[in-house]
């Protein structure tokens, strides 16, 4: 059997973590020994989607091992040393860590590791975004220092473009193994969702993490200009949790137009509810909700920026510079003036992701990956 600890910052809605999900449940060898996965969180969180998704894996027999029940800056002290306990107990063949976090607290245990003489396991690091530590340079370049021949797979040309960037600019060799594999979906079905809709309005949703990356304080202010420009015309749905939920609680008591949700497990399977997607994100590695908003029929309004763009076709007509109010605003009065030919959109997005974003091609590549590793 072999063994690969999946490494997370948490179970939480993240593409990255989702990645991580899909590995555990549908990686599959040719060997007869198999692959035996285990989630490892670095932090617990007891958010609804949280409680729920940890329930679905364990119904998938997908364990999970939580490193710390504290604080998130706790679970960066403490974190290497309970993993490195449940690396000498269980010796997994493979760590595969995603972000920049959990490559952290990994780094710290691979020091220990060396400084004690004990066997490390393989490493697969999966480069999950464009900006890669820029506010903690230092321990961003600390973090680098402790890996040198690990694998590492970028989720975009500009993922990879930044881990080679991080490592010449820290003066730090990169890997000689490196490669791009695309974030692949599967095909959303359509679950029955809580979503609101008000079929009288165009019903667009924000669906991710209230952060600065996803621009979701940009979004806040353009809201309030869109509803100035077109009132009684759009109905936002904002989906998700994090720093900003007070300023988007905010917004919906002044808003009546706009509705707030806790995150949603496999939110995939419902996006189909909405007239459109938004992501006025400042930088992305992948974006996962792009493609399976693609793959579910629901037209991206997307900010134009990295590791966002490499989702939809170079001619995307519902792209938009972030810093540009008039051109989002020329998108909405577009949206409601009826100007663009939804269907052909529809069609054209869904034959992009579908050629490029394969799920079936994700989990091939990464099942070749950790075969040729153990072999």
Known sequence: MIKIFQL????????AEI????????????????????????????EPYSIEKKKELASKNIRIICLSNTSKRLSLVFGSFVLGYHLLKEKPDIVHSHTDLPDFVLSITLKIFTFLHIKKPKIVRTIHNTELWPTH?????????????????????????????????????????????????????????PFKIDNSKINIAFCGR?????????LIDRIKVINKEFKGVFLFHIIGS???????????????????YDAVPNVADKLYAFDFLIMPSRFEGLSLMSIEASFSKVPLIAAIAPGLSETLPLD????????????????FANIMNHTYNLEV????????????????GMIGAYSKIYSEIYG
């Open 242 to 260: 994090g720093t900003y939920l007070q300023e988007v609680n905010e917004l919906s008591r002044l808003e009546s137009n706009v509705l707030i």
């Open 19 to 46: 990645v991580a999900f899909n590995l555990a449940e549908y990686c599959k060898t040719n060997s007869t020994s198999g692959f035996e996965f285990t989630v490892v969180e670095l932090h617990q969180t007891n």
């Open 137 to 193: 340079s230092i321990i961003g370049k600390y973090t680098e220092a402790e890996f040198e021949d690990d694998i590492i797979v970028a989720v975009s040309d500009s993922a990879l473009v930044s881990y080679n960037t991080l490592r010449y600019k820290n003066t730090l060799s990169a890997s000689l193994n490196q490669q791009v594999i695309y974030n692949g979906c599967s095909i959303p079905q359509r679950k029955e969702h």
């Open 8 to 15: 997370i910052n948490s179970i939480q809605l993240g593409g």
């Open 210 to 218: 209230f952060e600065n990356q996803k621009g979701i304080d940009i």
């Open 345 to 360: 959109l529809k069609k054209q997005v869904y034959s992009f992701v579908s050629e490029k974003f394969s799920h079936k």
């Open 316 to 331: 995307w007509p519902l792209q938009f510079h972030l810093g540009n109010e008039k051109e989002l605003l020329k998108v």
